[in-house]
């Protein structure tokens, strides 16, 4: 098959063994070399083989469908592992914070899904699947890393400031007052991936979605486009989730009384 424009090139099954059999190589050098991730990467590469071709046959049938209560149904069992994976990765923060992770990513999620598909892109229907449903899994994908980078941060911080928050709260000033400098320091580390990918793309790299839409035989200046598009709906996502769910569980490191309280005690 000649390279054209408006082209695609499918992978077989052979396709996907050898490129599982690049990463069994990979693995292997890594246990020659004692690196204790051979296993790891191995179980990881065959784990994610399977996620991606289930959720390909998942994806095809919610498009061919095309019912909007299947969309939403797949949608929210999206955003329930994205909660459970900002979780698992968190390190240092206190239990009970899945309602407000999870309400985090509700609000925000929904806005900027309603922002580019009613304002940008305008597909029709509304809830087109084949944009919605990847579009929901990108910006969750970024998500998700960013909250649970911001969390850690923030707890690590606020213990690491804890005799400067003593103080400013003996000085007068508020949980918030006192808690800021931490919250803004959290929310600056999850956006870092995001400011690194928009630096860098078209010029040192080519983004994963407008590489897939070039390879699936798209215009690659429309692929470009959309590329921008999901990158902008990211980093607004994330600003916003971040800082409604600092907004959210910074009082988790206070008492009722206003006074810091140990990661024990939370």
């Excluded at 304002?119 to 229907?125: A, C, M, Q």
């Excluded at 087109?128 to 911001?150: E, F, H, W």
């Excluded at 769910?245 to 490191?253: D, E, K, N, S």
Aim: charged share 10%.
């Amino acid at each position: 098959m000649s390279g054209d424009l408006g082209n695609s090139y499918n992978i077989d099954i052979w396709g996907l063994l050898i490129a599982l059999g690049m990463v069994a190589v990979a693995a292997i050098i890594s246990e020659l070399m004692h690196m204790g991730i051979g296993k790891t990467l191995m179980w990881s590469s065959c784990r994610a083989l399977v996620q991606l071709c289930a959720m390909g046959f998942i994806i095809g049938y919610v498009i061919r469908s095309n019912n909007v209560w299947m969309v939403f149904s797949l949608m929210a069992v999206m955003l329930v592992a994205a909660v459970q994976i900002v979780m698992s990765r968190a390190r240092g923060i206190p239990k009970g914070l899945a309602g407000p992770i999870f309400l985090s990513l509700v609000i925000t999620m929904l806005l900027m899904l309603a922002l580019v598909t009613e304002l940008i892109v305008r597909p029709h229907p509304w809830y087109a699947p084949q944009l919605v449903v990847p579009l929901t899994g990108m910006l969750l994908g970024n998500t998700v890393s960013a909250l649970a980078v911001g969390l850690s941060r923030f707890y690590e911080s606020m213990e690491e400031r804890r005799d400067e928050v003593d103080m400013m709260l003996a000085l007068g000033a508020t949980a918030w007052e006192s808690a800021r400098p931490s919250i803004i320091s959290s929310i600056r580390l999850g956006l870092l991936p995001t400011t690194a990918s928009l630096a860098s793309s078209g010029i040192v790299t080519i983004p994963g979605m407008m590489a897939g839409q070039v390879i699936a035989g798209g215009d690659p200046l429309n692929a470009a486009k959309y590329q921008f598009v999901v990158f902008g709906a990211i980093a607004a996502l994330t600003l916003l989730a971040d800082g409604l769910i600092m907004a959210m569980v910074y009082r988790t490191c206070f008492t009722t009384d206003d006074q810091y309280q140990t990661p024990k005690a939370r």
